[in-house]
């Protein structure tokens, strides 16, 4: 990946940083100059991106936080304003996958665990970043996922979880809107992660069915995410906010 902008002395916060694409966005403000937080539940794994992110000469380091929960989230942030100061971005990509079960099938807490990281998760996190950012503004990126916009059967609360984001995307983006924070999600399609690694794991059918299913008749990449997510961080973006950009080879277009 090229380096397109310069985030020397900016500062980004990437929730569920440890793995997948978000150990992808962190390392792509890393790369770029900018210094990095990574939050995670997931100790070993956030401390290895920290440090492959300080590989690039800036600030990075690896707060262990789970989103589900204010105190949790409430600490980051204090650890954040301490040691860095404020905020210039924050990624908001923390989630999890639903263990399969339709609406009638699906336990209260398979649901409860899949909404408090997915969005009870986002909401903390925008509750107590927003508070963070300077005069300047910035920008937070919210991870939806393609299915925040179509619905797919088997999995109500993951679905029920990424349309949430997007509203929740929508309200905060005019909230802080005069505040020059602009608020924008990301919907990505399959992609390539251990999430998804997971998934096709116990069912090894998906990867034909996913790629079949693709307009592009590939899975994407978390780099090609994150490309997305610094975009919209970007200058370039500036008169963007409220928005939900698909990033799913043509899924939704269908
Ligand atoms: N991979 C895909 O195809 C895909 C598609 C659409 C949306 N997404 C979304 O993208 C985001 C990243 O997914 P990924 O595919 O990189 O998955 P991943 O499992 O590789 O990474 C998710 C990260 O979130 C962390 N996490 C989980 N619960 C947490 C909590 N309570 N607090 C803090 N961190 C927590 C995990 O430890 C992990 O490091 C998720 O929100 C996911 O729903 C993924």
Redesign the pocket.
């Known amino acids: 990946m090229t380096p397109v902008w310069d985030w020397t002395g900016k500062v980004a916060l990437v929730?569920?940083?440890?793995?997948?694409?978000?150990?992808?966005t962190a390392l792509a403000f890393a790369e770029r100059g900018g210094d990095v937080i990574v939050?995670?539940?997931?100790g070993d794994?956030?401390g290895a991106v920290a440090a492959r992110a300080r590989e690039h000469g800036v600030r990075a380091e690896f707060v262990e936080?789970?989103?589900?929960?204010e105190d949790?989230v409430r600490q980051l942030l204090e650890v954040v304003r301490e040691r860095f100061g404020r905020l210039d971005f924050a990624v908001n990509?923390?989630?999890?996958?639903q263990r399969r079960a339709g609406v009638t099938e699906c336990t209260e807490d398979n649901w409860d665990r899949t909404i408090?990281?997915?969005l009870k998760?986002v909401w903390l996190s925008m509750k107590y970043e927003i508070p963070l950012f300077g005069p300047d503004g910035g920008g937070i990126v919210n991870?939806?996922?393609?299915?925040?916009l179509v619905g797919v059967p088997g999995a109500p609360a993951?679905v029920a979880?990424?349309h949430g984001i997007i509203g929740l995307t929508k309200s905060a983006a005019l909230e802080v809107a005069d505040s020059g924070i602009r608020v924008n999600a990301?919907?990505?399609?399959?992609?390539?992660?251990?999430?998804?690694?997971?998934v096709l794991a116990r069912e090894p059918a998906k990867e034909t069915e996913y790629t079949a299913n693709t307009p592009l008749r590939r899975?994407?990449t978390?780099e090609e995410?994150a490309n997305a997510v610094l975009w919209l961080c970007a200058p370039e973006a500036g008169f963007v906010t409220g928005h939900a950009l698909s990033v799913?080879g043509g899924v939704v277009a269908k």
């Open positions: 929730t569920g940083g440890a793995s997948g694409i978000g150990a992808a939050a995670d539940v997931d794994g956030g936080c789970s989103v589900a929960a949790s990509n923390a989630g999890v996958e408090d990281t997915n998760g991870m939806s996922s393609m299915v925040g993951y979880s990424k990301v919907c990505p399609g399959n992609i390539r992660t251990p999430m998804v690694e997971r899975i994407g978390p995410v799913d």
